[in-house]
């Protein structure tokens, strides 16, 4: 078989990849070349390539009684004094798959009722929240319970079980969690999820062993034309920039000096665990090999174990192997994969994640016809983002689908990450390597895309590929990453990481009634008598108008944290912007006001105080 040199989503910069064609095994016609699932290369006539997530049947009448529950946290540490379950119930109109496929029916119910519930140790009945009540709306709640119940830490996860009915109806609910009551760790890190509000919160000694929120915000390192170097000082002109986490791509060579640097000064990093041997199936004996080398890092907030396995079409089972060895030698981190394609097997390929990242790149794409000759559509062909459109609002919408997908399958929402397009290839009409990418992004497209990300529930960064120099233009290295940095010492400290992660969920605001505004995009989050507000104008069209925004309570800015590339030091006593440039905005009769509407691209970031 002729041998395409691969260029896809982030192996692109995996550089000498002189494997076999890897015939993925999922999906149909697997003997052909496809990508998530879509033959892209020969002449093959356009297929379904299956694996969408089915929108659920809705119902009739009465609607449907859901719950689910989690431990607050990943993880609970013997230091910690109380456990906490979240438990959500939801009154839906839809008959979920997952309920369908297991024990846990659905039943109609018109639930005005309480949801009375007790949550017990499955192994010995040990009971952990008794005699419980919540209302049986769609909601999280909060349960706490006293940890030292669980007598003994152990480094396997307790199997803990809900069991509980609606007041007034004769129907049993029962369904089950995992929760880890591990000693605590002094040498190294430690990160739990946030179950409740999504993001991670670290400790190593450098915190003081004090759990804080970390909002990770940095690039995939290369190996090549970066750590190779064996140059300390250019990891710490790396994290100079603001950076604040780094997934070094070492593979097999000796990057035990830079973990050892980033240790010492603190640069968090997610361990990557692909084998750049084998790539294409995960190696466990080298997951293994690797695990136990790094579990113990000071800076080690997650490990990266699987790159894009829906576009490769692996085999399912790839994520979750990976994960139980993972899990198993070292139950203080995380697990995040990468997943590439729109809707190809999400349940499947996101199974063994604790953090789903997507790697969704449209910028400089030709979304109808690709550099493989063929036409690009939902049944043919592949443009380097699966389903694009070509612009920045193809990352919020793909983590509005990717959280629609768990919703439909009645899972628990995962954390996720989004992986900034930092790099381009030429694209299609490039002579000499003809590739998916035309241009990088400009630092507006990355600020937009970014803080879109945010507003769509995002609440990590790592951005494809650090140095930024990309494969037919050397000359942007020193635009891009500074350019993330200068974004990240803006979210990824205090005050701002203190809203998005750990905190509170992004809550959207709605512009539906404003016309000429559609294409803005703007959030908040609470937190104490302050909120945090992200707008960004997602259009590439300025807005000549005023548009305005409201904030339950809001009673006044408080501080201007960033506007299209600024940070604070722009607002201190002087005006900015006059509409053209820079939004300027005004708080108005408990409005939000940018009084002369918003350029295409801009980006903004207020902290407002509340009555
Ligand atoms: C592709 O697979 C799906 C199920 O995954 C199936 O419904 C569909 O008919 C298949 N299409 C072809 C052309 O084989
Ligand atoms: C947890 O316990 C419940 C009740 O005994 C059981 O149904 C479920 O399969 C268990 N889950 C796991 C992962 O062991
Ligand atoms: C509840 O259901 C069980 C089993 O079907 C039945 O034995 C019991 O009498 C019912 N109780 C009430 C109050 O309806
Ligand atoms: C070390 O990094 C973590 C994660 O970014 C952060 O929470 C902590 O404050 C840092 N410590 C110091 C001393 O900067
Ligand atoms: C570190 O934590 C300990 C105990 O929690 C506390 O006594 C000490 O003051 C803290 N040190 C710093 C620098 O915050
Ligand atoms: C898997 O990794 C182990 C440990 O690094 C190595 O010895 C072995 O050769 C690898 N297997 C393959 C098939 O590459
Ligand atoms: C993983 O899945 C592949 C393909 O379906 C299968 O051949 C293999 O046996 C599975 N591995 C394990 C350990 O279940
Ligand atoms: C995609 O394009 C191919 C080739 O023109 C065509 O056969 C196929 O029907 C198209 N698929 C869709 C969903 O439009
Ligand atoms: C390469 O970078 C230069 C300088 O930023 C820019 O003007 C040019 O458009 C870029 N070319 C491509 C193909 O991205
Ligand atoms: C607004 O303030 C009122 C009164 O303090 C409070 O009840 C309400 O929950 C607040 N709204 C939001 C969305 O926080
Ligand atoms: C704000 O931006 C200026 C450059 O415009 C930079 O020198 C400064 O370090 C930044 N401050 C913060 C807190 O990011
Ligand atoms: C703001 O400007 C005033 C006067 O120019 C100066 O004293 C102060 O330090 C500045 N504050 C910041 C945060 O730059």
Redesign the pocket.
């Known amino acids: 078989m002729m041998l395409p040199t691969f260029v896809f989503g982030l192996l692109a910069a995996v550089t000498t990849v002189n494997c076999q064609w890897f015939q993925g095994s999922t999906g149909n016609y697997t003997e052909e070349p496809r990508w998530c699932g879509r033959v892209y290369y020969t002449n093959h006539s356009a297929f379904d390539p299956g694996g969408q997530t089915p929108q659920p049947t809705s119902v009739c009448g009465q609607p449907l009684f859901y719950v689910q529950f989690k431990p607050r946290y990943s993880l609970y540490l013997d230091t910690d004094t109380q456990g906490e379950f979240v438990v959500k119930t939801e009154l839906s109109q839809y008959s979920y798959k997952l309920a369908q496929n297991n024990?846990q029916k659905m039943w109609p119910c018109e639930c005005t009722n309480k949801f009375v519930f007790s949550i017990k140790r499955?192994s010995d009945g040990t009971t952990l929240v008794d005699n419980a009540s919540v209302t049986a709306d769609t909601a999280m709640s909060v349960f706490s319970f006293d940890l030292s119940r669980l007598g003994n830490t152990s480094l396997t996860p307790i199997?803990?079980?809900l069991t509980g009915e609606p007041e007034g109806h004769n129907l049993t609910w029962?369904a089950?969690s995992?929760l880890y009551y591990l000693p605590d760790k002094k040498n190294g890190s430690v990160t739990k999820i946030d179950n409740l509000n999504g993001g991670m919160l670290f400790k190593n000694s450098a915190s003081n062993q004090t759990f804080q929120p970390l909002l990770a915000y940095g690039f995939y390192a290369k190996w090549e034309t970066f750590l190779a170097n064996h140059s300390e000082p250019e990891i710490q002109q790396y994290a100079d920039m603001g950076l604040n986490a780094m997934t070094p791509m070492i593979g097999r060579n000796d990057g035990a000096w830079a973990l050892d640097y980033m240790n010492k000064i603190n640069l968090t990093f997610m361990f990557d665990l692909r084998d750049q041997i084998t790539f294409e199936y995960q190696n466990l004996t080298y997951v293994a090999e690797k695990v136990k080398a790094v579990k113990d890092a000071e800076a080690l907030f997650a490990y990266w174990s699987m790159d894009e396995p829906d576009g490769w079409q692996y085999p399912f089972n790839t994520t979750t192997l990976a994960a139980d060895v993972i899990r198993g030698l070292d139950p203080y981190h995380p697990v995040a994969d990468v997943l590439n394609c729109h809707d190809y097997y999400f349940h499947e390929y996101s199974a063994g994640a604790d953090i789903i990242m997507e790697d969704v790149y449209p910028i400089g794409i030709n979304s109808s016809f690709s550099h493989w000759g063929t036409k690009v559509n939902a049944t043919l062909g592949d443009c380097g983002c699966d389903t694009c459109r070509g612009d920045v609002r193809d990352v919020p919408d793909r983590l509005d689908d990717l959280a629609k997908y768990e919703r439909w399958l009645g899972l628990w929402p995962k954390t996720k990450f989004h992986c900034p397009q930092s790099f381009s290839d030429g694209g299609i009409n490039d002579p000499v390597a003809p590739g998916y990418w035309a241009r990088d992004p400009s630092p507006e497209e990355e600020y937009a895309m970014t803080l879109l990300a945010l507003n769509h529930g995002a609440q990590s960064m790592i951005s494809w590929a650090y140095p930024t120099t990309a494969g037919a233009n050397q000359t942007i290295t020193n635009i891009l990453a500074p350019a993330h940095g200068r974004l990240a010492r803006v979210i990824a400290t205090s005050p701002v990481v203190d809203f998005l992660v750990g905190n509170d969920r992004p809550h959207p605001i709605s512009f539906t009634e404003q016309a000429g505004a559609v294409q803005v995009d703007a959030a908040y989050w609470m937190g104490g008598q302050q909120a945090l507000v992200c707008v960004v104008n997602g259009g590439n069209v300025d807005i000549h108008m005023p548009v305005s925004l409201s904030v339950p309570n809001a009673t006044g800015i408080a501080s201007t944290l960033w506007i299209s590339g600024h940070n604070s030091t722009l607002f201190n006593g002087t005006t900015y912007g006059n509409g053209t440039t820079l939004p300027q905005w005004n708080f108005n009769s408990g409005e939000l006001i940018a009084v002369n509407g918003l350029p295409g691209l801009s980006t903004s970031l207020f902290i407002l105080s509340l009555n």
């Open positions: 024990s499955a199997n803990v079980t029962t089950s995992m």
